[in-house]
Every structure is written in structure tokens, then in C-alpha cells.
């Protein structure tokens, strides 16, 4: 009976204080990745993905990006870089675009200045970059912002701050041969867009630099000694010529200006103008408190120079050559600038006096 009691006791007694037997804890788990069938991956891949910059897009699917379905469930892609950046190198020219500056314009009677547009190239690592990480965020992403780079253009709307309107425009008429036009659509070329910033000089020897073959120049017909002879650059002068008469018609200050010689087709006796790299240039400058604009065109033979300014309200100016011929082959000439504002004259000037030498009969 003691013994009984005793056990009970003993018993109760483990029971109270016994040390739990430790308890293991067990991590929730995990959802097994169920592997990738190859009808599922196709199908996955051939999904569209659009590549935008916010007005252009492309369409390309995963597979032509560089996707490949690296798990089924859930859906995980990995991305190809080398691949990824290949296609975007193939695609960069959707969202390529060339500068364009800002230009003052003319419509419908009313001035404005046209602004101007950054050029624009696809950013194509930062693109790279942005779409693998999005795909690893989430991996239904099917439209990715593309990256650009940004350069804005040399001429802002800014920098034709003070323009407003058109100061002269004059053109001629060239009838050469296709070497003659060849230089004058590379000399045109170099002085359109030319932006000249209150009191600053204009030299077009400066501007087009000197007229060479490397640069693409032809040989064509050139005065030397009053003869007509093969000279690399020909038709330059006819160039030069056309814009001394906008300039002039401008009301800009003439410092340098060289005629001819004797006489030419194109141009009226004591409005011509020729060039000589390190001897005759054309030289003129803006004397006003505005930037003058030069836009300079040569089109189906057309030679057109403008110039852009600020503008007096009912200023009108005229070129008036006077003549003398002395005989053959002699002629002498000076040519007169007349300005009248609401049809009064406000001022009169000489700009040029020349005496044209040369045997007729001779080329």
C-alpha cells in the first residue's frame, strides 16, 4: 500500500516538473518551380513588347529581345544584355533625330520665331539597363520607356532674342556648269546659318575658309587679270556677290567689298563682288543692337541670301550704281545707298567706286 502511494507520488511529481521535450520549427514550404515546356516558352516569348519614347514605338517580341522563360510557375525571365543591346542598336534609328535650330519665319504676313529641336539619339545601355530591371520587377512588363540623349541645337530661340523681321532679300540666278554649282552649294552651305551678335564683323573668307579640292571644290571658270580662266572654287564669287547686295540692301556697314574685274552676267555694273582667300574678301558688319540672322539658300539655281534683324518700321533701302563707260573694255562705276523711313530720306552714302579694265574679245 506505501509502496503504491509512493509510486503515485513519484509519478505526480515527474509529471508536474519535467522538462518539455524541445519542439523543432519547420519553415513554411516553398512552391516548387514546375519546370519549363517548350510550348509554354514559345508562347511566352512570342509575346509583343513595345519599345516608345512617347511618340515613335517599335514592336519587337521577348524572343527578338533576348528573353528566354527561365521559370514556368512563377513566371521568370532572364535577359541576353549582349542580345537585348543588339536589337536595340538595330532599332536606334526609329528614335534618332537630327537638330534642328531655332529660325525666325514669316507666315501669312505674321513674324515668329520657330523654336528649335534637341537631336536626339536611343541611350542604348541606359535602355538595356531599364528594361532588365523592370522584367525582374515584374515580369508581365510588355511596354518599356526607351532612354534618350538630348543635344540641343546650336541656335535657340534665345539667342534670336531681339529679331523681328526681315531686313533684305536678294537673289540671282546662276547658269553655269555642274562643277560652278558644286561650289556654290558648298560655299552656301557653310554661310546659311550664320548668326551675327550686335558689332560683330562678317568675313566670308572666314566663314567658308578657302576653297580647296580636299573640301570638295571644283574647278571652274575664274577672272584672274581680267581673263577667264580654270580656277578651283569658281562660282564663289557669285555667292559672294548676292550677299553683298542683301547686306548692302540691310542697311549694314560695309567694310570690305571687291567687284569684278569686268563685268559679269549676273549682276548689275557696280553690284558684283568677287574673293580671293588671303587677299579679296567680303566684309560687313552688324551695327545694330540685335542679332542679324543669314539664311542662304541655292535652289533649282536660284541663289537666295535673307537677312534677319531688328527691323525700322517704314525704312525702305535702295542701291542706285552710277555709270560712265570711257570707251571698250573701260568703265567706270560707283554705287550709292539711299534710306528713307515713311518715305523721306534719311540718309545717303557711297559704298563703292570702281573701275572695270579689261580687253573685250579676251577670256
Not at 503504491?4 to 511529481?13: G, H, M, P, V
Not at 537585348?84 to 529660325?103: H, M, P, W, Y
Request: no cysteine; net charge positive.
Amino acid at each position: 500500500m506505501k509502496r503504491n502511494l509512493y509510486l503515485s507520488t513519484a509519478a505526480i511529481f515527474a509529471t508536474l516538473f519535467a522538462i518539455p521535450s524541445p519542439i523543432t520549427a519547420q519553415s513554411p514550404a516553398k512552391p516548387e518551380s514546375k519546370p519549363v515546356s517548350d510550348s509554354d516558352s514559345a508562347k511566352r516569348l512570342a509575346v509583343t513588347i513595345l519599345l516608345t519614347d512617347g511618340v515613335k514605338s517599335v514592336k519587337r517580341t521577348r524572343k527578338e529581345l533576348g528573353f528566354a522563360l527561365a521559370s514556368q510557375s512563377p513566371v521568370r525571365f532572364s535577359v541576353d544584355k549582349a542580345r537585348l543591346k543588339d536589337a536595340l542598336g538595330s532599332i536606334s534609328k526609329t528614335f534618332q533625330a537630327e537638330g534642328v535650330n531655332a529660325r525666325p519665319v514669316i507666315d501669312k504676313g505674321a513674324f515668329s520665331i520657330k523654336p528649335g529641336q534637341s537631336a536626339r539619339s536611343l541611350n542604348v545601355a541606359t535602355t538595356a539597363e531599364r528594361i532588365t530591371n523592370a522584367v525582374s520587377a515584374n515580369p508581365a512588363t510588355v511596354r518599356f520607356n526607351v532612354s534618350l540623349d538630348k543635344k540641343p541645337p546650336v541656335l535657340t530661340a534665345e539667342r534670336l532674342k531681339g529679331i523681328n523681321g526681315r531686313l533684305a532679300q536678294f537673289s540671282t540666278t546662276a547658269s553655269g556648269t555642274e562643277a560652278r554649282d558644286t561650289n556654290i552649294a558648298l560655299a552656301v552651305e557653310d554661310i546659311n546659318g550664320t548668326l551675327l551678335s550686335p558689332g560683330e564683323t562678317f568675313s566670308l573668307n572666314e566663314v567658308v575658309g578657302r576653297r580647296t579640292k580636299a573640301k570638295g571644290y571644283k574647278e571652274a571658270p575664274v577672272f584672274v587679270n581680267a581673263k577667264k580662266v580654270p580656277g578651283v572654287g569658281g562660282g564663289v564669287s557669285q555667292v559672294t556677290g548676292t550677299l553683298f547686295n542683301a547686306a548692302a540692301l540691310a542697311g549694314l556697314d560695309i567694310i570690305q567689298v571687291n567687284p569684278h574685274s569686268r563685268p559679269v552676267a549676273y549682276l548689275p555694273l557696280g553690284r558684283d563682288a568677287t574673293v580671293a582667300y588671303g587677299s579679296k574678301d567680303l566684309r560687313f558688319k552688324n551695327d545694330t543692337d540685335a542679332p542679324v540672322y543669314i539664311v542662304y539658300a541655292f535652289v533649282n539655281d536660284r541663289l537666295t541670301a535673307t537677312l534677319w534683324g531688328k527691323a525700322v518700321p517704314g525704312q525702305k533701302i535702295s542701291l542706285r550704281p552710277r555709270v560712265q563707260r570711257l570707251g571698250s573694255g573701260k568703265i567706270n562705276a560707283q554705287l550709292y545707298r539711299l534710306t528713307k523711313v515713311s518715305g523721306k530720306v534719311t540718309g545717303k552714302e557711297k559704298l563703292l567706286s570702281h573701275a572695270y579694265r579689261w580687253k573685250p574679245g579676251e577670256d
